[in-house]
């Protein structure tokens, strides 16, 4: 879970020992080589037109529809990414990358169960991938399957002993899935992780830090302005996600909509855009909810003007008292067809 390396991982691994496959023409390999090279030269669109050229030329070919996808990957081209990725799996059924970039790719779309189920399908057809598979841990967490979390975690712990983030996921996990007092008492021990501010935000998650000591941190010792930016997004971001696990939802979403501002090519990034969207649609839902509410509320105030009962005059006066509480909204003494008096701008 070394989080500086870029979007291409296992790019190399899939390229790196390329050569002619049985039944395979040479032109698609180096076609692929060639959209590799391309690619790290910083010419993207050339890499991907060679990439293209290489599944003309075979379009049964899954690792070349592959290798495009994972062109489309990194350049953040999601539905072209997970096109190509699925057109792999169904040339390829058995292949465990695509599984796992495919699932990368329903996290970045917010499709979150759809990205445990490919994870799970890639540990599957290669057992070997799960101990270190902390993406499928992060999946978990927007999954609320906390506990599912927490051991994934406790696995990559074994993998490598020394992630912040990793100790912060598990905090995470456990602090919904239990409490922050028990996931900051049993926080994971980290010896010391060289990425700033990565040190100073275990100390806030173990209590031994302030958020103006991340931030302080992040800012420290002149580093250039791609070094700070990226500083900045970690420390935004696991404030962020240190206040909501706290109950502090305004600070929280402060610093989440910060760390998106601080745009960096990894994955992580894609994280915190994911947690912003999904906050933001959760604010949407309980607006909606509360709208239709109170239209509801509104319309049986209607429905007492016109049926006079002792009954319903006793009912609409309970509701509308109910509502000034609940709105702090002034209803006229004299309306005795109890209707709300901002049911007239309707």
Not at 113 to 131: G, M, V, Y
Not at 223 to 233: D, K
Not at 314 to 325: G, I
Request: proline share 3%.
């Amino acid at each position: 879970m070394n989080l500086v390396r870029r979007a291409l991982v296992g790019w190399g691994l899939c390229l790196s020992a390329i050569g002619p496959a049985r039944g395979e023409e040479k032109p698609v390999d180096e076609l692929l080589a060639e959209a590799k090279s391309t690619f790290e030269r910083g010419q993207p669109d050339a890499a991907l037109k060679l990439a293209g050229r290489a599944v003309e030329s075979d379009p049964k070919n899954a690792r070349a529809v592959f290798v495009r996808g994972l062109l489309y990957e990194a350049l953040a081209k999601h539905g072209q990414a997970l096109a190509d990725f699925n057109a792999a799996i169904e040339l390829n059924p058995r292949y465990a990358d695509a599984y796992d970039h495919r699932g990368s790719e329903q996290f970045k779309l917010a499709k979150i169960d759809a990205s445990i189920a490919d994870f799970d399908k890639a540990i599957e057809l290669d057992p070997a991938r799960e101990r270190g598979h902390w993406k499928r841990g992060i999946s978990y967490y927007y999954a609320r399957k906390y506990d599912l979390g927490r051991k994934q975690f406790e696995s990559y712990q074994t993998f490598d002993d020394n992630d912040v983030e990793n100790a912060v996921w598990r905090y995470l996990c456990m602090a919904r899935g239990e409490s922050v007092d028990k996931a900051r008492r049993s926080i994971l021990k980290i010896k010391d992780d060289p990425r700033v501010p990565m040190m100073q935000v275990h100390a806030l998650y173990a209590g031994r830090a302030t958020p103006d000591d991340v931030l302080a941190a992040a800012q420290a010792g002149g580093p250039s302005p791609e070094e700070l930016n990226q500083r900045m997004f970690y420390a935004e971001l696991y404030l962020g996600l240190y206040f909501e696990a706290a109950g502090d939802r305004k600070q929280a979403a402060e610093h989440l909509e910060a760390a998106i501002r601080h745009r960096i090519g990894h994955y992580m990034w894609d994280v915190a855009r994911v947690h912003v969207e999904l906050l933001r649609r959760a604010g949407g839902a309980e607006g909606r909810q509360e709208q239709g509410l109170n239209l509801q509320q509104r319309q049986e105030c209607r429905g007492g003007g016109r049926d006079k009962t002792p009954d319903t005059v006793e009912r609409t006066a309970q509701l509308l008292e109910n509502l000034s509480k609940q709105t702090g909204l002034t209803f006229s003494e004299e309306d005795r067809e109890a209707r709300v008096l901002f049911i007239e701008q309707d």
